[in-house]
């Protein structure tokens, strides 16, 4: 049912999409409006200038605009505006002596801290679980828990994480792989509270 869900909403991207290249404004404010703060949570989770983070993705939906007309027409949308910020942030960093100097977006580190909604916890016993699972999940090395956070809050599938960090599948496979067996070897709830973290709005 998940799948189904979010291949309506890519194909609905998609139209939208294709009306932006072709220069409707309205299709883009719309693509705008919907991932703006998806955006700027996902930035906010490489660097702690709040102002920086919104320029990149302000810079990244004006390139959008800019040159749409040059713009793959067969896009993950959602994917490629992540895709996109990681990297117009890994260039700033690069270039500003603000930042840790890096040239590739292998080295900005993924510093997002995973937490669920307290109204999604239905009694004590399973907050006490979901706190020790955000513990684990936070403690995992910093390109398995981004991995994590593309599978199940941005719901990418290995294929886009892999495109996203610029890895090959196989890599992008061993990364979910490996947090998920690190996780069952230190914690011993239910697994399925994974599901979860796909629900909860940040």
């Known amino acids: 049912?998940?799948?189904?869900?979010?291949?309506?909403?890519?194909?609905?991207?998609?139209?939208?999409?294709?009306?932006?290249?072709?220069?409707?404004?309205?299709?883009?404010?719309?693509?705008?409006?919907?991932?703006?703060?998806?955006?700027?949570?996902?930035?906010?989770?490489?660097?702690?200038?709040?102002?920086?983070?919104?320029?990149?993705?302000?810079?990244?939906?004006?390139?959008?605009?800019?040159?749409?007309?040059?713009?793959?027409?067969?896009?993950?949308?959602?994917?490629?505006?992540l895709s996109s910020v990681r990297k117009r942030i890994a260039r700033l960093q690069k270039r500003d002596y603000?930042?840790?100097?890096?040239?590739?977006?292998d080295s900005i580190e993924f510093l997002f801290d995973f937490s669920i909604e307290h109204q999604l916890i239905?009694?004590?016993?399973?907050?006490?679980?979901v706190a020790h699972l955000n513990s684990f999940l936070n403690n995992l090395p910093a390109r398995q828990k981004e991995a994590l956070y593309l599978r199940y809050h941005q719901g990418l599938t290995v294929e886009?994480?892999?495109?996203?960090?610029?890895?090959?599948?196989?890599?992008a496979n061993n990364l979910l792989h490996r947090a998920l067996l690190q996780l069952r070897r230190e914690w011993k709830g239910n697994l399925s509270l994974l599901l979860l973290l796909s629900a909860t709005t940040f």
């Open 98 to 105: 603000i930042f840790m100097k890096t040239s590739t977006t």
């Open 1 to 81: 049912m998940k799948s189904q869900i979010q291949n309506i909403k890519n194909t609905e991207d998609s139209t939208l999409w294709s009306s932006l290249k072709a220069g409707d404004e309205k299709s883009f404010s719309i693509l705008f409006e919907k991932y703006y703060s998806v955006l700027i949570r996902y930035g906010n989770s490489f660097s702690p200038f709040k102002e920086k983070v919104q320029d990149c993705v302000q810079d990244v939906f004006a390139d959008v605009w800019i040159y749409r007309q040059s713009l793959s027409n067969s896009v993950v949308v959602k994917a490629y505006l």
């Open 160 to 171: 886009q994480i892999a495109e996203l960090l610029q890895i090959n599948y196989q890599s």
């Open 122 to 129: 239905s009694d004590e016993e399973s907050a006490l679980k």
